[in-house]
């Protein structure tokens, strides 16, 4: 079975500072992996998703994550974050062909500071 | 194009009431699914489904059951709502079934059971 820790419950940074919220799965077969956002009083949308190729991808917004298999971890980082990045960040994991065992992380609150 | 519309946004229920909460999306999307969200927990899964006539259990199915009709539609009721149900609900739907594919998320609508 999978499973994804989110190691931050709460990260403040200042605006303009650079950020990364911590990730780790566990599985004992390949996963797909995602970080999704949910800005206050919202559904949750994609930032990004890692099914294969490439370790480093792109969201939206300026956000990355890495993929790195030897430690289990999918870390979400960007560079200068601003006041609009507010909201809880969820890591989810899936196993392929199986969008019904989507398991989403317990979340980490990003708190911009001016 | 809404997406996915889910009704009430909103509700107060008495304990031991029966509530449905609807969900209907207008993407074709041939997977659906219910989430639960509570502090601390992120989102579990309560039930979905992969395509129309057919459902399954998530992690947290105890208390509520699922329907679906048609592809667009996919309600969940609580035959006899209690007080531990008291969370934000989310419907989502995606395009497959493969685990690759993005969840598209509701708004959610907020159930208190008093």
């Known amino acids: 079975a999978q499973s994804v820790t989110q190691l931050d419950s709460q990260v403040p940074v200042f605006e303009e500072a650079p950020v990364e919220l911590r990730c780790n799965y566990s599985s004992s077969v390949s996963v797909y992996l995602f970080w999704y956002v949910q800005y206050p009083n919202q559904g949750l949308q994609l930032l990004l998703k890692y099914l294969s190729g490439s370790t480093l991808v792109k969201g939206i917004n300026g956000f990355e994550a890495e993929f790195n298999k030897s430690q289990t971890s999918f870390h979400l980082r960007k560079p200068s974050v601003h006041i609009s990045d507010t909201a809880e960040y969820f890591c989810a994991v899936s196993r392929p062909r199986s969008a019904s065992k989507i398991i989403f992380g317990s979340g980490t609150r990003l708190s911009i500071r001016p | 194009i809404a997406g996915i519309t889910q009704a009430p946004t909103s509700q107060i229920l008495a304990a031991g009431r029966r509530m449905t909460l609807r969900c209907t999306q207008d993407m074709r999307h041939n997977a659906m699914y219910w989430y639960r969200q509570d502090l601390g927990l992120g989102l579990r899964l309560i039930h979905y489904s992969n395509t129309a006539g057919t459902t399954g259990k998530g992690e947290v199915p105890d208390g509520y059951s699922v329907s679906r009709a048609n592809t667009d539609d996919f309600p969940l009721t609580l035959a006899s709502a209690v007080p531990s149900q008291t969370s934000v609900y989310f419907c989502?739907?995606?395009?497959?079934?493969?685990?690759?594919?993005?969840?598209?998320f509701g708004p959610g609508t907020r159930l208190t059971v008093l």
């Open positions: 989502a739907s995606s395009d497959e079934t493969g685990g690759t594919d993005t969840q598209y």
